[in-house]
């Protein structure tokens, strides 16, 4: 299988129906279809469409040569990149950010997956870096991997030496975002990677989806050494790419059980009866909420470790398929990548056996700090009670006062209207009398 494109881009409308694979194995005419379904989503307008590709030069005398990343914006670039004739070629299709679409138009995606002969499966992973409002699939791993025999694709060769193959997948790892929100410095990313090889052409050609900067600049450099990135021995760049990508899940583990031990302090040292002193741990009920969202991004977490154990044993069983019948070179690079591929598988399982005991101890520690709130409660709806009955006690205290002073206010009610009538009647007859002694002693 070779990427050079005698035709260029012959049938580019079509793909993948182009390639003339087996019915057998692809629908072709319904993946082409699919492609223009999901092209709003995953794709952008021509006029955006800017993506990557390694440029390699000439080795120098010390068996080094110089790569670069170039950007490519047009069809005539395009061509241009494929008729260098490069034994190895790279393309980058990156998003601008995680959730939006490659930055790629469908015109020259088929163009370029026409030259490279893309297998038509990668497309399920291709659709994973499209445009998102909410995250979507984020439990999803691709991967296949496919040896061909090339007398049947009209490339008979002499001693056997006639085999290809292709490999494509999609592997999640964590990285830190650098932005100010959310307070979780790390977030999950993936990389979507597809290589295929021709041993009759002896080339080779890769697709790498939204690669860090760090992981492309690790290639740039990787292709600087033309030994060992020679066609034939390029499979093990597959193990370089998990390693290099995974490096972060010590720092995002060691971050997430400090997050776990302050909550845990919270369970194990909060006083049953609320902080007696100045500086006492305080447990609120906002722990509890706080616990189970972290216990919930463990799960997310765990289950990416899962996917990723279960792809670098897939990509190891292919790897034993390929280490059948090499010559004995090819022979120790394939060991040498099912070494890396191991060291890889061990990081993963001990950074999932990290999060499987969080999650564990996080049931403990859940039910404990729930069960000294509700003591609390019980104890503050005891004291509640209390004081709810000496409030109760003093309004029956109080009413009694009242029906006492009610009392009196009536007696004093009856004095007075007492005063009142002997006013009444007295008040005058001593005006009369006064009045009838002074008119008598004028007289």
């Not at 845990?264 to 447990?283: H, I, L, M, S, T």
Request: glycine fraction near 4%.
């Amino acid at each position: 299988m070779s990427h050079t494109c005698p035709d260029e881009f012959d049938g580019w409308e079509i793909y993948p129906q182009n390639l003339h694979l087996h019915s057998l194995d692809v629908d072709d005419a319904r993946i082409a279809r699919r492609i223009s379904h999901f092209s709003k989503e995953v794709f952008v307008d021509k006029v955006e469409s800017d993506f990557g590709y390694m440029e390699l030069d000439d080795q120098d005398q010390d068996g080094l040569r110089e790569a670069q990343l170039v950007r490519i914006n047009t069809s005539e670039k395009l061509s241009a990149a494929f008729k260098r004739g490069q034994n190895s070629s790279s393309f980058f299709l990156n998003q601008s950010y995680t959730w939006s679409r490659l930055q790629i138009c469908e015109e020259h995606f088929r163009k370029l997956f026409t030259c490279l002969k893309v297998h038509p499966d990668f497309l399920d992973i291709v659709q994973v870096f499209g445009e998102k409002v909410r995250p979507l699939e984020e439990s999803f791993n691709g991967f296949f991997s496919n040896c061909f025999d090339q007398n049947t694709r009209g490339n008979p060769t002499s001693n056997g030496q006639n085999t290809g193959y292709n490999i494509g997948y999609n592997i999640k790892y964590v990285a830190r975002h650098g932005r100010k929100a959310p307070r979780d410095p790390f977030s999950v990313r993936e990389v979507g990677v597809y290589q295929e090889y021709s041993s009759v052409t002896q080339k080779s050609s890769w697709v790498f989806l939204q690669a860090s900067e760090q992981l492309q600049e690790q290639l740039r450099r990787t292709f600087q050494s033309v030994d060992d990135t020679s066609p034939p021995y390029q499979f093990i760049i597959h193990s370089m790419i998990l390693l290099r990508v995974s490096e972060d899940w010590r720092d995002y583990l060691n971050y997430l059980e400090e997050e776990f031990s302050m909550l845990v302090d919270r369970g194990f040292y909060a006083n049953v009866k609320g902080p007696q002193f100045e500086g006492d741990v305080e447990a609120h009920y906002l722990d509890i909420r706080n616990l189970q969202i972290l216990t919930d991004k463990l799960q997310r977490l765990r289950q990416i470790l899962s996917l990723n154990i279960r792809l670098c044993n897939q990509m190891k069983d292919s790897m034993a398929s390929t280490r059948m019948g090499s010559p004995e070179d090819l022979s120790i690079r394939v060991d040498r990548t099912q070494a890396k591929l191991d060291k890889f598988l061990y990081d993963q399982q001990t950074s999932l056996d990290r999060i499987q005991t969080l999650v564990l101890r996080s049931t403990g520690i859940g039910q404990l700090v729930m069960s000294l709130l509700e003591i609390r409660a019980a104890e503050a709806s005891k004291q509640m009670n209390v004081e709810m009955q000496k409030l109760t006690e003093q309004g029956v205290n109080e009413n009694k006062l009242m029906k006492r002073l009610t009392e009196k206010s009536t007696q004093d009610t009856k004095s007075m209207m007492i005063i009142a009538l002997i006013s009444a009647i007295f008040l005058p007859a001593t005006f009369f009398a006064l009045n009838f002694i002074t008119d008598t002693f004028w007289i």
